[in-house]
C-alpha cells in the first residue's frame, strides 16, 4: 500500500453552474462535488484523457483549470471564508491546513486576500446557557484553540487576510480564548438553530470586546468520512483504488459585489487524505 495521498476535491462556482441551493452546507457540498465530478468526467478528450491531476504530492479532483477569477476590481468584492476543521485531526497540522485551504481559494478567486476567514473547530457547538458553569472549556481545548489561533494571525500580519472569525463561541469560551490572542477576533458566527435568539450575555460581550455577531446554519461536521466514501463509490472506476480515507478540512467561501449585495462566486474545496494503490 503506498503512503497516503492528499487529495483536494473542488466544486468550481456554484453560482454560475446553478448547484447553490436552500439546502444545508453538508448537502450542498457533496451535490456540488457529484456534479462537478460528472462534469469533469463529460470533458475528457483524447488530448486530455483523465479528469483528475496529480501536482506534487496533491492530487486534485477535478483537475486544475485556469479559473475565471473575479469578473470586477478586487476592491469591489466583500470575501468571505470559512474553514472547517475535521474531527481526528491533530492540531499540530491544522497551521498547514489553513494556510493550504486558503491558498486554493486565493488561486482560484485569483485574489492576493480575503475580508474574512471565520474558523470553525470540530465537535464544539453552540450553546444558549454556555455562560453556566457545567459549559466551561477546559485547559486542553483552550490550549488547542490558542495554538490554532497563532496560524490566523500569522495569516493577517502576512496581509492575507483582513480579518479573523470564529464559530459558536459563547461567553464561556471567548472569555479564555481572548487573553491567549494578539489579535482579537472580528466575528462570531453562531448557530442559534436550537435557541432561536442570541442571548443577551453574549451581544453584551461581544459589544463591550467590538466583535460582530453573525449568524449561521452550517453542519458541526460538514463531511463526515462515510459520506465521501459513499460519493467516491459512485465513481469506482476512478476511486476504486482508494483505501481508507479521511476528510481534513473543508472550506467554503463566497465572493459578493459589496453594492449591489450579489453573491458573483461561491464554492467549497474538501481535503483528504486517503491509502491508494492508484488515482
Not at 18 to 40: V, Y
Not at 68 to 91: A, M
Amino acid at each position: 500500500m503506498s503512503p497516503p495521498s492528499s487529495i483536494v476535491f473542488r466544486t468550481g462556482n456554484i453560482i454560475t453552474t446553478g448547484r447553490t441551493s436552500l439546502e444545508k452546507s453538508n448537502q450542498e457540498l457533496l451535490n456540488s462535488l457529484r456534479q462537478n465530478f460528472e462534469d469533469a468526467a463529460s470533458r475528457v478528450t483524447s488530448e486530455q484523457p483523465s479528469w483528475i491531476e496529480a501536482e506534487g504530492d496533491t492530487v486534485y479532483v477535478p483537475r486544475i483549470e485556469e479559473p475565471d477569477g473575479l469578473s470586477e476590481e478586487r476592491t469591489e468584492y466583500d470575501i468571505t471564508v470559512k474553514l472547517f476543521y475535521l474531527p481526528g485531526v491533530s492540531v499540530s497540522r491544522r497551521k498547514d491546513h489553513t494556510r493550504e485551504a486558503l491558498q486554493n481559494v486565493l488561486r482560484e478567486l485569483r485574489v492576493p486576500s480575503i475580508d474574512l476567514l471565520i474558523i470553525s473547530f470540530p465537535n464544539i457547538s453552540f450553546d444558549a446557557e454556555d455562560h453556566s458553569p457545567d459549559t466551561e472549556p477546559t485547559q486542553e481545548e483552550v490550549d488547542e484553540w490558542a495554538e490554532t489561533y497563532q496560524a490566523l494571525e500569522a495569516l493577517q500580519l502576512e496581509g492575507q487576510i483582513k480579518r479573523i472569525g470564529l464559530s459558536e463561541f459563547g461567553v464561556a469560551r471567548l472569555v479564555k480564548l481572548l487573553p491567549r490572542t494578539s489579535i482579537k477576533p472580528s466575528v462570531d458566527q453562531i448557530n442559534v438553530r436550537d435557541c432561536c435568539v442570541v442571548p443577551k450575555p453574549l451581544i453584551q460581550f461581544a459589544r463591550e470586546q467590538k466583535i460582530e455577531l453573525l449568524t449561521h446554519n452550517d453542519c458541526t461536521n460538514i463531511l463526515p468520512s462515510s459520506a465521501l466514501q459513499g460519493l467516491l463509490q459512485e465513481n469506482h472506476a476512478v476511486f476504486g483504488g482508494l483505501g481508507n480515507i479521511n476528510p481534513q478540512w473543508v472550506v467554503k467561501y463566497t465572493a459578493v459585489i459589496q453594492d449591489r449585495g450579489v453573491v458573483e462566486n461561491k464554492g467549497y474545496f474538501a481535503m483528504a487524505e486517503a491509502e491508494a494503490d492508484r488515482l
